[in-house]
T-cell receptor, first 115, second 116 residues
Framework: AQSVTQLDSHVSVSEGTPVLLRCNYS??????LFWYVQHPNKGLQLLLK??????LVKGINGFEAEFKKSETSFHLTKPSAHMSDAAEYFC?????????????FGKGTLLTVNP | DVKVTQSSRYLVKRTGEKVFLECVQD?????MFWYRQDPGLGLRLIYF???????EKGDIPEGYSVSREKKERFSLILESASTNQTSMYLC???????????????FGPGTRLTVL
């Protein structure tokens, strides 16, 4: 069975400071991991995905995430927050391979960026 | 680019009405999904379809049904809408898993349904 825990429901940062959104996962098999972003009144957009080719994954808009198997973590970071980063972020796990279709979503982290 | 479209952005219905939410994708994806999104609960899977006329229940299918008559279109049906079905509904599509082992899903913009 797979599960994902986003450790913070709300993170508030100042513009220009680093962003850290924390995610831990549980998976019986080799997982695929994603971060999706949802801006107000919009659908979900893929930010980045872990493809097993490299543990440090770079995404759009300067975000990156590091897959740490020993810690079962996939935290999302950005060196310098921008006002446009204010949104809700979802960490997602999928057990890749076979016929498993299911994505399991975390409950989301709301990122607020203060001027 | 993959495009997933949903028939309405906002919808207001009355209790007991039959409600249809439509979703269309243009990338020949085998899989299509319906989720509902509620504050603090993330996304929860209602139903999914892996082929025309095929469907499987997700985590919260009660009160919903689905229809997939064509590969590109997946409909969510609320047989008798109730106030606890007020929510944001998101449609998604993806390739069949063996064609994409990373199982990335592409989402529509969502339909915010209010049941009065």
């Amino acid at each position: 069975a797979q599960s994902v825990t986003q450790l913070d429901s709300h993170v508030s940062v100042s513009e220009g400071t680093p962003v850290l959104l924390r995610c831990n996962y549980s998976s019986s098999y080799s997982p695929s991991l994603f971060w999706y972003v949802q801006h107000p009144n919009k659908g979900l957009q893929l930010l980045l995905k872990y493809t097993s080719a490299a543990t440090l994954v770079k995404g759009i808009n300067g975000f990156e995430a590091e897959f740490k198997k020993s810690e079962t973590s996939f935290h999302l970071t950005k060196p310098s927050a921008h006002m446009s980063d204010a949104a809700e972020y979802f960490c997602v796990v999928s057990e890749s391979g076979g016929s498993n279709y299911k994505l399991t979503f975390g409950k989301g982290t709301l990122l607020t960026v203060n001027p | 680019d993959v495009k997933v479209t949903q028939s309405s952005r906002y919808l207001v219905k009355r209790t007991g009405e039959k409600v249809f939410l439509e979703c269309v994708q243009d990338m020949d994806h085998e899989n299509m999904f319906w989720y509902r999104q509620d504050p603090g609960l993330g996304l929860r899977l209602i139903y999914f379809s892996y082929d025309v006329k095929m469907k499987e229940k997700g985590d919260i299918p009660e009160g919903y049904s689905v229809s997939r008559e064509k590969k590109e279109r997946f409909s969510l049906i609320l047989e008798s809408a109730s106030t606890n079905q007020t929510s944001m509904y998101l449609c998604a599509s993806s390739l069949w898993v063996w064609r994409d082992s990373y199982n990335e899903q592409f989402f529509g913009p969502g339909t915010r349904l209010t049941v009065l």
